[in-house]
């Protein structure tokens, strides 16, 4: 049976993991503050390593190897067993529709920056260990409530601006959108094919806010005012992901797990 480690036991990604990846293989949870302090001879249980932790300054400050738990944690090794399944971020590529992994690089934030990066790192220095995921837009709930996120996705963001009791306007980008089941379903896939490599993780499909928006919310969606969209809409190609998963995530799903998520 496969192990992973799962890093970040208090993050909206890793707790999520945890409980879906629990039902297929046997999963360890911690936290990065306890996982840098074990020894070496604990990670050889472990057939995977997924990092799902994250420091504030590395989402907010210029690259800085202090802040990088990546690097961090594989630095504690000269060698390893495990493959390691680094989360980066569309962010890295310039917006665009139909983005493959090959595609322009062109990264505009500090966190974007960060992670490419990273990755170049990691690629260098794990070479055949490596599963790194460029993730679109996740749309989930957290395990735990009062859970605290360093980096807040889509769907925090939405919870803020729905609280509001005025009329929004927002650009009626389109964006490459993904539940969290369907992403724990992909990396389930992954895991179990020992695959390797830089995939882009997605549904693959334009989805434009208004369609999201009025899924998650019909109400909350007649406060909002739609303007064209904006130069930052970008969709991912998930081509090459498809061919090493079981099942392809459907828009169709997306949408019924939208509906749902606030009942």
Same mark, same amino acid.
């Given at each position: 049976?496969?192990? *992973?480690? %799962? ?7 890793? @707790? ?30 472990? @057939? ?9 300054? +590395? *989402? ?15 630095? =504690? ?42 990755? /170049? +790192?990691?690629?260098? /220095? ?16 957290? %395990?735990?409530?009062? /859970?605290? &996120? ?11 601006? #729905? !609280? ?17 089941? /369907? ?15 830089? +995939? ?6 334009? *989805? ?12 909350? +969606? ?5 303007? &064209?969209?904006? @130069?930052?809409?970008? @969709?991912?190609?998930?081509? !090459?992901?498809?061919? #090493?998963?079981? =099942? ?16």
């Amino acid at each position: 049976m496969k192990s *992973i480690l %799962i890093i970040g036991k208090k993050s909206f990604i890793g @707790s999520n993991l945890k409980n879906y990846l629990k039902k297929f293989y046997r999963v360890d949870c911690l936290t990065f503050e306890d996982v840098i302090k074990k020894d070496i001879l604990f990670f050889e249980n472990f @057939s995977h390593v997924i990092n799902t932790s994250i420091h504030k300054n +590395y *989402i907010n400050e210029r690259y800085r190897l202090i802040n990088d738990l990546d690097r961090k944690f594989i630095l =504690k090794f000269k060698k390893i067993n495990f493959i390691y399944i680094f989360l980066n971020t569309r962010k890295i590529y310039l917006p665009n529709s139909n983005i493959t992994e090959n595609s322009i690089k062109k990264p505009s934030c500090f966190y974007s920056k960060n992670k490419l990066k990273t990755e /170049q +790192y990691l690629k260098k /220095q794990l070479k055949s260990k490596l599963l790194s995921l460029r993730i679109g837009n996740i749309i989930g709930k957290k %395990i735990f409530k009062n /859970q605290r &996120n360093n980096h807040k996705l889509f769907f925090d963001n939405y919870l803020i601006l #729905r !609280k509001r009791n005025k009329k929004i306007f927002i650009n009626n980008d389109f964006k490459d959108f993904l539940s969290i089941i /369907q992403f724990c379903r992909i990396v389930r896939d992954l895991v179990k094919n020992n695959v390797i490599g830089i +995939y882009n993780v997605s549904i693959s499909k334009k *989805i434009f806010l208004s369609e999201i928006l009025y899924w998650l919310d019909k109400k909350f +969606y007649k406060k909002i005012k739609f303007t &064209n969209y904006s @130069s930052d809409s970008f @969709s991912l190609n998930n081509k !090459k992901l498809l061919k #090493r998963i079981v =099942k392809k995530p459907l828009k169709s799903e997306l949408k019924n797990f939208c509906e749902k998520i606030l009942s």
